[in-house]
């Protein structure tokens, strides 16, 4: 029911713009850094590894008036990470990974100050669909396999985030630019923080 609710306010929102006049076309790169909260691995015996992720994002937006925007986004990313935890017994090798899916509508306004530099600020509410796989093996000094065992996780609601940014003119009808977001992906109940990302961005008018 969250899913359809969601799906119609983006959409009617999205063609309430409909009658604007200029829009836009956005690709992106995506790098972003999280953290895993204590007790992630089945046995609970590390504190947190940071996990660095990566992925794209394309967004449609059209400008509401010359310093508001709306944007439709759909992006992804994905981080894995492998590490060893050493006793004087036995070795344990853990690999993590964690994917994220997300549609979001996004809301910005931007500081037109006529000059090639545009600084803007951002927020956006949508819903993501995480997916968390973890896989355990031990091993004795001997280096024979002693346990080994693997872990899911699956999740799906509501994400937001927030943000800011600059673009700048390359072109009359194409901006490049960067931004930081600070993005809840809605997976705390799966022992991850939430994410710090800078986006990379190539923006055309249409």
Do not use: W
């Given at each position: 029911m969250k899913k359809v609710f969601f799906l119609?306010?983006?959409?009617?929102?999205?063609?309430?713009?409909a009658n604007a006049d200029d829009w836009y076309g956005s690709i992106s790169a995506i790098i972003g850094k999280n953290?895993?909260?204590d007790n992630i691995t089945r046995k609970?015996?590390?504190?947190?590894?940071?996990?660095?992720?990566?992925?794209?994002?394309?967004?449609?937006?059209?400008?509401?008036?010359?310093?508001?925007r709306g944007e439709l986004s759909l992006n992804y990313?994905?981080?894995?990470?492998?590490?060893?935890?050493?006793?004087?017994?036995?070795?344990?090798?853990?690999?993590?990974?964690?994917?994220?899916?997300?549609?979001?509508?996004?809301?910005?306004?931007d500081f037109n100050n006529h000059t090639m530099a545009v600084p803007y600020v951002m927020a956006g509410l949508g819903y993501a669909n995480n997916k968390i796989n973890i896989k355990y093996s031990e091993?004795?000094?001997?280096?024979?396999?002693?346990?080994?065992?693997?872990l899911f996780g699956s999740k799906k609601g509501l994400t937001w985030?927030?943000?800011?940014?600059?673009?700048?003119?390359?072109?009359?009808?194409l901006k490049i630019g960067i931004g930081y977001r600070f993005?809840?992906?809605?997976?705390?109940?799966?022992?991850?923080?939430?994410y710090h990302m800078v986006l990379a961005n190539i923006k055309m008018d249409f």
């Open positions: 119609g306010l983006c959409l009617s929102l999205f063609a309430a713009q953290r895993d909260k609970g015996e590390i504190k947190g590894v940071s996990l660095t992720s990566d992925g794209a994002e394309i967004g449609l937006g059209t400008y509401l008036t010359p310093d508001m990313f994905v981080g894995k990470k492998g590490y060893f935890l050493k006793s004087q017994e036995a070795t344990g090798h853990i690999k993590l990974k964690h994917e994220s899916y997300s549609l979001l509508f996004n809301s910005y306004y091993y004795e000094m001997s280096k024979t396999q002693t346990d080994q065992g693997k985030q927030l943000g800011a940014g600059i673009d700048m003119k390359a072109a009359e009808d993005r809840d992906t809605n997976t705390s109940g799966k022992k991850l923080n939430q």
